[in-house]
């Protein structure tokens, strides 16, 4: 069995204009929903072996938090620098590269492409993965160049609106 969450960063802030996009941080609901989110991640499915995160700062932040969570280091987030500008196909690309020992990854990013990875595995429409969504996608595959759209399915969505 191979799992991956994507996980869009939580909510972020507009306050400082004269931020470049990739280093605007998370605002005050996106400080209260990460580390609900993440907890709620945990109680659900207990552990992670490997967590992946956009270099932006709104991303890598709600990763941390995820990381703090599942008792890792923020030096153990891997930072994929594509994943920040990434498309829906470059994403599908990189998993096949996964580590085979991984069962269970966590990548962190944004939309529209988180969006569209929901839908690529969903045979349900999905109009929009909100911030800090969390979609799980799973595979009953051995290796990660085995995981594709012909045997992985999105099994849960959770995100902050329905707890809040």
């Not at 962190?108 to 929009?128: D, K, M, R, V």
């Amino acid at each position: 069995m191979k799992t991956i969450f994507f996980i869009r960063h939580a909510k972020s802030s507009w306050e400082d204009l004269t931020l470049a996009d990739a280093e605007r941080p998370l605002n005050k609901r996106g400080l209260r929903d990460a580390p609900f989110m993440a907890k709620l991640l945990r109680g659900k499915y207990q552990s992670v072996d490997h967590i992946i995160s956009s270099p932006a700062v709104r991303a890598y932040t709600t990763a941390k938090y995820f990381a703090e969570e599942f008792d890792k280091k923020p030096e153990d987030i891997e930072v994929v620098s594509f994943i920040y500008h990434s498309y829906e196909q470059q994403i599908l690309d990189y998993i096949p590269q996964l580590d085979n020992n991984l069962k269970t990854v966590c990548i962190f990013g944004h939309n529209p492409t988180f969006t569209g990875l929901a839908n690529h595995f969903s045979e349900e429409y999905i109009a929009n993965v909100p911030t800090c969504g969390i979609i799980k996608i799973e595979a009953e595959v051995d290796s990660w160049k085995s995981f594709n759209q012909k045997n992985a399915k999105l099994v849960a969505f959770h995100y902050p609106k329905q707890y809040f």
